[in-house]
């Protein structure tokens, strides 16, 4: 589903108020009831938003939305924060690239540089990196994810373990206050864990979206972090964190 401008802007005012109305929509965006209600519908069948009455709610914290839905979400923020992050990573280089539709991101952004060596779990990266004929690309075994195309489990975490590499690049379905990454799925723990035990520098990379949204499942810390690309850090608190964690903030201008 590609989202029209109003729809990208009625689930800004979802993720900022973790709900929103039919009445009050009408007055901000001067359409019709009827309109909204579409809106809406259409928001709730791509999973999201939960309808309730008389507007609709963010779905639980439990599941994720579907891929197509998160790749669509925020894309050209995403598409900058990708540029961002890769101007930072050299020529000559090797990095891990995990799961994310971020990630994926900066793997496209990849594509100009030279010699580079990148161990991934993810098909998609895979499938974007194979394009330059100068990179060499390791797919990470294990069992592939169907929602996602990310390669995950015990398998996954042990083969990366085989390495140490000069960067790791990873994103987070869900990023809290304090500073917790979260997921929905708990065998990315441990593929997390061993891609930012195993790599000399680390980059989380995500949109402002992710700090509005929950998830169960905890996979590391910015302490963990050299340093965050976002678009907009709009919670004070996690600045602070950072700043007293000696993690660098990279944000778009």
Do not use: W
């Amino acid at each position: 589903m590609q989202l029209s401008l109003r729809q990208q802007q009625i689930m800004a005012l979802a993720r900022s108020a973790e709900r929103v109305l039919v009445d009050e929509l009408v007055n901000t965006f001067e359409v019709t009831p009827q309109t909204i209600r579409k809106d809406l519908n259409e928001l709730c069948e791509a999973g999201l938003l939960a309808r309730v009455h008389g507007g609709a709610l963010l779905p639980s914290g439990v599941s994720n939305v579907g891929y197509e839905q998160r790749r669509n979400m925020a894309s050209e923020e995403k598409r900058q924060i990708g540029q961002l992050c890769a101007a930072q990573i050299p020529n000559n280089s090797s990095l891990f690239i995990n799961i994310g539709t971020t990630t994926e991101a900066v793997a496209q952004a990849l594509l100009g540089h030279q010699n580079l060596m990148i161990i991934t779990n993810n098909l998609n990266v895979a499938n974007i990196l194979i394009q330059n004929s100068s990179f060499e690309v390791i797919i990470a075994g294990g069992v592939v994810r169907h929602a996602d195309r990310g390669v995950i489990g015990e398998a996954t975490a042990d083969f990366v373990k085989q390495f140490k590499l000069d960067y790791a690049v990873i994103g987070a379905s869900a990023l809290d206050e304090e500073g917790a990454l979260l997921d929905f799925d708990y065998r990315e723990v441990r593929v997390t864990q061993a891609i930012l035990n195993n790599a000399r520098e680390r980059f989380l990379v995500t949109d402002k979206s992710k700090l509005e949204r929950s998830a169960p499942v905890r996979v590391g810390h910015v302490s963990q972090l050299t340093a965050l690309f976002m678009d907009e850090l709009t919670k004070p608190k996690l600045a602070q964190v950072c700043t007293q964690l000696g993690v660098q903030v990279h944000l778009l201008a």
